[in-house]
């Protein structure tokens, strides 16, 4: 979704405020695609700051279908934004000053918010996601989903050059 900023931009300097809606249906990313399940209207308020620099503030949530680190089941992550940006459009971004950010969300006298939030997605994008916290994985011999119940392979996952260490876990834990 673009959002007009000649009411900004020009000699008036009326903020522009709207309420977007995200237009993506999913996020790619190298990891792979995750649909986004629910999407919350974007509030967006951008202000005049001087000469050509603006202030962008974001608020808004979206939901995104994650598979579980260690299970792979589908688990519901919900992506919160509260962000503010402030941004010079006379600086090319390869010469931005410290407090300056990135401008390439903005086109001429267009906003894409798409491309924001996508920004914002990627920053707060969570680094491990578990359907609950005692997840019991998938067994990597069958595939089996060990929350769902156990399987009948063998435990191969132990190797017997390890075997010092957990003996001397074992007896740390008698202690």
Same mark, same amino acid.
């Given at each position: 979704?673009l959002?007009?900023?000649s009411d900004?931009?020009?000699?008036?300097?009326?903020?522009?405020e709207? $309420?977007?809606?995200l237009e993506m249906?999913?996020? =790619?990313l190298?990891?792979?695609?995750y649909p @986004?399940?629910?999407? !919350?209207p974007i509030?967006i308020l951008v202000?005049? @700051?001087?000469?050509?620099?603006l202030?962008i503030?974001?608020?808004?949530? %979206?939901?995104?279908a994650?598979?579980?680190?260690r299970?792979?089941q589908?688990v519901?992550q %919900?992506?919160?934004?509260d962000f503010t940006?402030?941004?010079?459009?006379g600086i090319? !971004?390869a =010469?931005?000053?410290?407090g @300056?950010d990135e401008? +390439?969300?903005i /086109?001429?006298?267009?906003l =894409?918010v =798409?491309?924001?939030?996508?920004? /914002? %997605?990627l @920053?707060?994008?969570?680094?491990k996601?578990?359907?609950?916290? +005692?997840c019991?994985?998938?067994?990597?011999?069958?595939?089996q $989903?060990l $929350?769902?119940?156990t399987?009948n392979?063998e435990?191969?996952?132990? !190797?017997p050059?390890?075997?010092?260490v957990r !003996?001397l876990?074992? $007896?740390f834990?008698?202690?």
């Open positions: 979704m959002i007009n900023l900004v931009l020009t000699e008036q300097h009326r903020p522009v709207e $309420n977007v809606c249906e999913k996020i =790619d190298r990891s792979g695609s @986004i399940r629910r999407k !919350d509030h202000t005049h @700051i001087q000469g050509k620099e202030e503030h974001g608020k808004g949530e %979206i939901a995104v994650v598979p579980c680190d299970c792979l589908e519901e %919900i992506l919160t934004f940006k402030h941004v010079d459009l090319s !971004d =010469d931005l000053p410290e @300056i401008s +390439d969300y /086109e001429g006298y267009h =894409d =798409d491309k924001l939030l996508f920004h /914002e %997605i @920053i707060g994008w969570p680094t996601v578990l359907c609950r916290e +005692d019991k994985g998938i067994c990597n011999v069958c595939g $989903n $929350n769902e119940g399987c392979c435990d191969t996952g132990l !190797d050059r390890m075997s010092v !003996d876990f074992k $007896n834990k008698e202690v």
